[in-house]
């Protein structure tokens, strides 16, 4: 440390202000990183109830005001939505939000529920936003009023405090400007713009050296906001330090004008690593604190409902028009839009925007995420779950047990059913889905970590199907899905009962019943004619099973029709024969391709034609 201070009086004497400044940036940057550190190895105190920190702007870091939700569940101020650049982990831009309208309307429920439970507060951030508005028309005596009652309502948001003083800077206040400052940096230890603001106000009072220190600390609390924000799930506070190494270099190049200029540099040097007492933790008056009157939280509970379901809100999420659904409620509104544009329940705003959106980006994550759908895009409002969760646990949680029993795809050990054709163990079986009642049950198999459902054909076959497993789910933009499936086993039907539009049973698999190891004289045979099968088919038909045993329905997906499929499946003579089934299959290839029906001929290229056997899903 004491060969730096040299390289300090060193660079003094020399006038080198750019390298001065340099040297003054890194030895900040060190001391952030070493207080970010120590930070990070403390144990914070418990939260208490409906912790007003969950109601802070991210952007400008005072309480909420007018606040909007984002489409990535950020809820800002509603003037700092244009200015909101999330970090680099979101999952959505920000431009696409503010052009399907997000951003532009009050997020009701926080709204009522803020304003319930931190009335003072939110009427000290309405009289903030009147300040900024004369100070940004150029009156600055009217903004140093507006703020001086805020900070009377509310005398610890830290961005009043910032806001106060940056006007009586431009008054003149030089002494005003640095207590506000110094009350904010307490409020909001590692924001760069506060510890800016006491180095304004220190270079105003004509204490160059002391600028410098603050200054630098304003950068180095940028860089260290910075690297976070480029980690995943990063915090997502925007870059809105107005300090630069121009600003520290102009401050420097003033402290060198000084007659002690080597020996107060080097005192300012040294005190680039002094202590945090001044940055202690505040804690915030009244119904400013961390938590609200009981009888407060009570009365915001009845705006915690969801419109849709009538019960405490869960996963809340917001809607472009402000209104608030469960997240689980949406997502069914949103199946729903097949033949129709999707609209908010409340006010009928449409969601056709929104919706193309979810799956669009359900689709650009389909390479790292085979299961990507719109259902999983929909964005939590962060704010809203905090005080929820912390206001309301207990209640939360039963809510959360209830929310999962109902969305289990298998539920109390019944399973999905997709009632449309025969499925077949070990054949593939593509499915274009569109229909509402399929798209959540399809959502609710991803979602489940099962990603499996029955087929049945249906009609006067409902007694057997068979399970199909999900290998590949492609999210299109208007909310229909291509699925690549495979069959796995067969079933039979033991229970029906519908859930939500769709069937669901009870089922029992079925075994087969051999004697022996199970294999046949026609399974060499039929394992060369899959072969065979899928060089003249090409990628339409699929690779043939590997499983012996699935052969004779892999076969029987190009000589036998839906009708007999079913029967090789479930009928009584070979429901539990695989010996039965090879027989049979066997016998259709010789009868409807006799040139095959012998051992030399399956290795010869096919004369005949049997595509138009292929059945579809």
Same mark, same amino acid.
């Given at each position: 440390?004491?060969?730096?201070?040299?390289?300090?009086?060193?660079?003094? !004497?020399?006038?080198?202000?750019?390298?001065?400044?340099?040297?003054?940036?890194?030895?900040?940057? *060190?001391?952030?990183?070493?207080?970010?550190?120590?930070?990070?190895?403390?144990?914070?105190?418990?939260?208490?109830?409906?912790?007003?920190?969950?109601?802070?702007?991210?952007?400008?870091?005072?309480?909420?005001?007018? /606040?909007?939700?984002?489409?990535?569940?950020?809820?800002?101020?509603?003037?700092? =939505?244009?200015?909101?650049?999330?970090?680099?982990?979101?999952?959505?831009?920000?431009?696409?939000?503010?052009?399907?309208?997000?951003?532009?309307?009050?997020?009701?429920?926080?709204?009522?529920?803020?304003?319930?439970?931190?009335?003072?507060?939110?009427?000290?951030?309405?009289?903030?936003?009147?300040?900024?508005?004369?100070?940004?028309?150029?009156?600055?005596?009217?903004?140093?009023?507006?703020?001086?009652?805020?900070?009377?309502?509310?005398?610890?948001?830290?961005?009043?405090?910032?806001?106060?003083?940056?006007?009586?800077?431009?008054?003149?206040?030089?002494?005003?400007?640095?207590?506000?400052?110094?009350?904010?940096?307490?409020?909001?230890?590692?924001?760069?713009?506060?510890?800016?603001?006491?180095?304004?106000?220190?270079?105003?009072?004509?204490?160059?050296?002391?600028?410098?220190?603050?200054?630098?600390?304003?950068?180095?609390?940028?860089?260290?906001?910075?690297?976070?924000?480029?980690? /995943?799930?990063?915090?997502?506070?925007?870059?809105?330090?107005?300090?630069?190494?121009?600003?520290?270099?102009?401050?420097? &190049?003033?402290?060198?004008?000084?007659?002690?200029?080597?020996?107060?540099?080097?005192?300012?040097?040294?005190?680039?690593?002094?202590?945090?007492? *001044?940055?202690? @933790?505040?804690?915030? /008056?009244?119904? =400013?604190?961390?938590?609200?009157?009981?009888? *407060?939280?009570?009365?915001?509970?009845?705006?915690?409902?969801?419109?849709?379901?009538?019960?405490?809100?869960?996963?809340?999420?917001?809607?472009?028009?402000?209104?608030?659904?469960?997240?689980?409620?949406?997502?069914?509104?949103?199946?729903? =839009?097949?033949?129709?544009?999707?609209?908010?329940?409340?006010?009928?705003?449409?969601?056709?925007?929104?919706?193309?959106?979810?799956? %669009? &980006?359900?689709?650009?994550?389909?390479?790292?995420?085979?299961?990507?759908?719109?259902?999983?895009?929909?964005?939590?409002?962060?704010?809203?779950?905090?005080?929820?969760?912390?206001?309301?646990?207990?209640?939360?949680?039963?809510?959360?047990?209830?929310?999962?029993?109902?969305?289990?795809?298998?539920?109390?050990?019944?399973?999905?059913?997709?009632?449309?054709?025969?499925?077949? /163990?070990?054949?593939?079986?593509?499915?274009?889905?569109?229909?509402?009642?399929?798209?959540?049950?399809?959502?609710?198999?991803?979602?489940?970590?099962? @990603?499996?459902?029955?087929?049945?054909?249906?009609?006067?076959?409902?007694?057997?199907?068979?399970?199909?497993?999900?290998?590949?789910?492609?999210?299109?933009?208007?909310? %229909?899905?291509?699925?690549?499936?495979?069959?796995?086993?067969?079933?039979?039907?033991?229970?029906?009962?519908?859930?939500?539009?769709?069937?669901?049973?009870?089922?029992?698999?079925?075994?087969?019943?051999?004697?022996?190891?199970?294999?046949?004289?026609?399974? &060499?045979?039929?394992?060369?004619?899959?072969?065979?099968?899928?060089?003249?088919?090409?990628?339409?038909?699929?690779?043939?099973?590997?499983?012996?045993?699935?052969?004779?329905?892999?076969?029987? !997906?190009?000589?036998?029709?839906?009708?007999?499929?079913?029967?090789?499946?479930?009928?009584?003579? !070979? %429901? !539990?024969?695989?010996? *039965?089934?090879?027989?049979?299959?066997?016998?259709?290839? =010789?009868?409807?391709?006799?040139?095959?029906?012998?051992?030399?001929?399956?290795?010869?290229?096919?004369?005949?034609?049997?595509?138009?056997?292929?059945?579809?899903?």
């Amino acid at each position: 440390m004491a060969m730096a201070s040299d390289q300090v009086g060193q660079l003094v !004497t020399s006038g080198d202000v750019d390298a001065l400044a340099q040297l003054f940036e890194a030895k900040a940057v *060190e001391v952030a990183r070493v207080n970010s550190l120590r930070a990070a190895a403390t144990v914070p105190a418990e939260e208490q109830p409906l912790d007003i920190t969950a109601a802070t702007c991210p952007h400008c870091r005072g309480m909420l005001f007018a /606040p909007t939700t984002l489409l990535d569940g950020t809820t800002v101020c509603s003037p700092c =939505a244009s200015k909101w650049a999330p970090s680099a982990s979101a999952a959505f831009d920000a431009q696409v939000g503010a052009d399907i309208g997000f951003g532009t309307n009050v997020n009701r429920v926080l709204s009522q529920v803020l304003t319930k439970c931190f009335p003072s507060a939110v009427t000290a951030a309405a009289l903030r936003q009147e300040g900024t508005t004369h100070f940004k028309r150029g009156d600055v005596v009217a903004a140093e009023a507006s703020y001086g009652r805020s900070v009377g309502v509310c005398p610890h948001d830290p961005t009043t405090m910032s806001n106060r003083s940056a006007a009586r800077f431009k008054l003149g206040d030089a002494a005003g400007a640095l207590a506000d400052a110094e009350a904010a940096a307490a409020l909001a230890p590692s924001w760069p713009k506060a510890m800016f603001r006491q180095g304004q106000a220190l270079a105003l009072m004509g204490q160059p050296c002391a600028a410098s220190t603050a200054f630098a600390r304003s950068l180095a609390l940028q860089h260290d906001a910075d690297r976070e924000r480029r980690q /995943p799930n990063g915090p997502q506070h925007t870059s809105d330090c107005i300090a630069t190494r121009k600003t520290l270099a102009g401050a420097l &190049e003033a402290a060198l004008k000084a007659d002690d200029a080597s020996a107060a540099l080097r005192a300012a040097f040294e005190n680039l690593g002094g202590d945090d007492d *001044e940055a202690a @933790a505040v804690q915030l /008056p009244g119904d =400013a604190g961390a938590a609200a009157p009981t009888v *407060e939280l009570q009365s915001a509970r009845e705006d915690l409902d969801c419109s849709l379901c009538f019960q405490l809100l869960f996963r809340p999420t917001t809607l472009a028009c402000g209104h608030v659904t469960c997240t689980p409620c949406l997502t069914r509104i949103l199946d729903h =839009a097949f033949d129709r544009e999707p609209l908010c329940p409340m006010c009928r705003a449409q969601l056709g925007p929104f919706l193309t959106e979810l799956n %669009r &980006e359900a689709r650009r994550r389909a390479p790292t995420n085979r299961y990507s759908h719109g259902g999983q895009m929909v964005a939590e409002t962060v704010a809203l779950s905090k005080i929820i969760e912390s206001a309301f646990g207990d209640e939360y949680r039963a809510r959360a047990s209830d929310v999962a029993d109902d969305e289990a795809s298998e539920h109390h050990s019944e399973i999905p059913l997709f009632i449309c054709s025969v499925g077949m /163990p070990g054949v593939e079986c593509p499915l274009h889905v569109f229909e509402p009642r399929y798209r959540l049950m399809m959502r609710r198999c991803l979602e489940s970590g099962h @990603a499996r459902f029955g087929m049945v054909l249906g009609g006067d076959h409902m007694e057997y199907g068979t399970l199909l497993d999900i290998n590949q789910f492609e999210q299109l933009p208007d909310g %229909r899905s291509l699925v690549k499936t495979v069959g796995a086993s067969r079933f039979k039907i033991l229970s029906l009962s519908e859930r939500d539009g769709y069937s669901v049973g009870t089922v029992e698999m079925i075994q087969d019943v051999e004697v022996d190891d199970n294999s046949t004289p026609d399974d &060499e045979y039929l394992m060369r004619v899959g072969q065979y099968l899928k060089r003249a088919a090409g990628d339409r038909l699929g690779d043939p099973p590997e499983n012996v045993e699935h052969l004779p329905f892999y076969i029987a !997906t190009v000589c036998m029709d839906q009708e007999e499929h079913y029967n090789l499946c479930f009928g009584d003579a !070979t %429901r !539990t024969s695989h010996s *039965e089934r090879a027989r049979q299959v066997r016998e259709r290839i =010789a009868q409807l391709l006799p040139e095959l029906d012998s051992d030399e001929a399956v290795g010869q290229p096919m004369s005949g034609s049997w595509s138009d056997g292929e059945s579809e899903s």
